[in-house]
Structures are given as C-alpha cells and as structure tokens.
C-alpha cells in the first residue's frame, strides 16, 4: 500500500443522482468533494430507458443521458470524479476518517457521504445462475434488444418489473409477467400500463420452479402457489426484477442498518450514528427509491455535511 495518505475535505462514495446532487453542492460550497464513483457510474439510471417523472424533462430523457448531464455538472463545479471504488473504511474514530480506494490507496477525509445505492436481487435457483448471461438478465433494457420478435418472462410485481414488462412489450412477441401474490405492488399507473397492454400475460400466484435449457434458455417451469400445478412456458429470454440489495456491506461494522442493510439515518436528515459520516440515496432509502427523492437526499447530505465542517470549525476556533 502507498505511503501517501491523501486528505480530503469531503469524500462521496458513490454517483447515481443523490452522489452526484451531493457532489454540485458540497462543490459550490466549496468543500473540494473527491468521488469515488463506483464499478457502475451514474447508478441504476445507467439501465434505465425513459424518465418521465423527473422534474425539468417535459419530454422525458433516457437514463444514461441524465446521469451524464448530472456528472457534468458535477465537474462543472470542480468535483474530483474518479472511477474506483472505496474498499473498506475505518470509522471507529472521529474525523478524519480512514478509507481505502482500489485496495491500495489511503484516504483520510473530514466528512463522508455514502451514495452507493442498492444492487438487483436474484431468486436464487441454480439454473438461474448456470444460464445468467445466456438469456438470464436482469436488465431488461440492457438485454432486451437480443430478444427482439421472441417471447420471454419477466419476474416481479413492483414499478421496475412493470415498467421492464412495458419496456419488453414493445420489442417482443410476448412478455410473461411472473408475480408471486395474487396483486401488484407496482403504483395503479404502472399496473393499468401492464394490464392493457395485449401481448403482457400476467401469471399471478406464481413462482419459478425451474428456468429450461442446457446453454441457453428455452423455457421456464411455473408453479402456481395455490393449486401447485405446473406450467411450461416457452421463452428464449428471462428477467429478474424482484427489487435491490443496497450496496453498504463495508459499513457493518460501524453505520446502523436495518434486516437487510438499509442505512439508518436520523429522521428528517441525512446523518448516520457516527457524526461525520452522512448517508443519501438507495443505500438508506427503500421506501420511495426514486431518482427525485434521490438526489434531494444527496442535496440533504452535503448541506448536513458543510454544516457539520463549519460547527467544527467554530468549535476549534473557541
């Protein structure tokens, strides 16, 4: 490891809209923010098609296209924006906190904001594993176009499986929406969207048993949760969209989380239980988890953040 410590003033841990909305104003503040901007730059709007409901886009704008203005912006205003990743951290102290970049390079920065978001879940079933990559996706948007004029399934019953299911519709013969309860979870908008739309075949009470073929998917084995009965269904691709696990598995040993590793923040702020350290975005937010909601945590974390340096300051000055 180097023996060059770095310090930083206010490192973000993370992009996507709350990293980089954190980035625009730690930077206008001029705290000289550094991101770390991940192995996914720009979040899960990277793989997003259309975003219709953020403010400002009366005509919508593709993902990637968003996240590229959002990052931008960010360096507009002289944010340090490195493509790395923070490999474990060390907050069992006060400020300045140790964090390690890429396993090599030590950071001692006076405030932390954690933007790292959340990843896709799988089901868990071992052809879904065997045949990832081979028809097993879960991007839809990424991966959909190669199954253009096909038929394929999409498992899921929130916005992003309805949204997904939409998305597929438009490119191929027919789409199977595998979902587990007998409702969605999706908002009434997206569940009218899926439910007019012809070629969409909503299996409720279901569940995958089994994803079929040996190199490439060929089908899938469904299983009704009431009666038990099996149905074979015949589809050249298959897609996951059963929600996020957020990204903070460095943090457990020192940020409170809920069950499934959620950040804890003090309500009504971006604050964590260690003073310093502020958390925005999906990595504490899985109620609402919208890019709008987003990037207002991030604008929370970096004014919690300069807040925090000035008492500091004012406390040394004492």
Not at 36 to 52: K, R
Not at 145 to 172: M, N, P, Q, R, W
């Amino acid at each position: 490891m180097s023996t060059n410590i770095e310090h930083i003033e206010c490192l973000i841990v993370g992009s996507g809209p709350a990293g980089y909305t954190a980035a625009i104003y730690a930077a206008r503040a001029d705290m000289k923010p550094v991101m770390y901007a991940g192995m996914q730059p720009g979040g899960q709007l990277t793989i997003t098609t259309d975003v219709e409901n953020y403010p400002g886009y009366p005509d919508g704008i593709m993902g990637p296209e968003m996240m590229e203005l959002f990052r931008k912006q960010a360096e507009r205003f002289g944010t340090d924006i490195r493509y790395g990743m923070i490999t474990s951290v060390d907050f069992s102290g006060k400020a300045p906190f140790k964090l390690i970049a890429d396993e090599t390079h030590e950071i001692h920065a006076e405030t932390v904001i954690i933007a790292t978001g959340a990843s896709a879940k799988w089901l868990g079933i071992p052809s879904e594993e065997k045949l990832n990559g081979r028809g097993v996706s879960a991007c839809a948007v990424c991966d959909g176009f190669f199954f253009k004029g096909k038929d394929v399934a999409i498992v899921g019953a929130g916005d992003t499986a309805c949204e997904e299911a939409s998305y597929l519709a438009k490119i191929c013969s027919k789409v199977y929406m595998i979902v587990r309860r007998n409702e969605f979870r999706a908002s009434k908008a997206m569940q009218n969207r899926v439910l007019a739309t012809p070629n969409i075949e909503v299996l409720f009470d279901s569940e995958t048993d089994e994803i079929l073929g040996e190199t490439k998917v060929e089908g899938a084995r469904i299983k009704n949760r009431k009666t038990g009965e099996m149905r074979h269904i015949d589809i050249s691709g298959f897609f996951v969209a059963i929600g996020h696990q957020p990204n903070t598995g460095i943090f457990k040993d020192y940020l409170t989380m809920d069950e499934t590793g959620y950040l804890i923040t003090v309500p009504g702020t971006s604050k964590t239980n260690v003073e310093g350290v502020f958390a925005c975005g999906d990595a504490q937010d899985k109620v609402y988890r919208q890019a709008v909601t987003a990037a207002g945590s991030g604008c929370m974390a970096a004014l919690d953040a300069e807040r925090y340096l000035a008492a500091k300051g004012d406390a040394s000055t004492n």
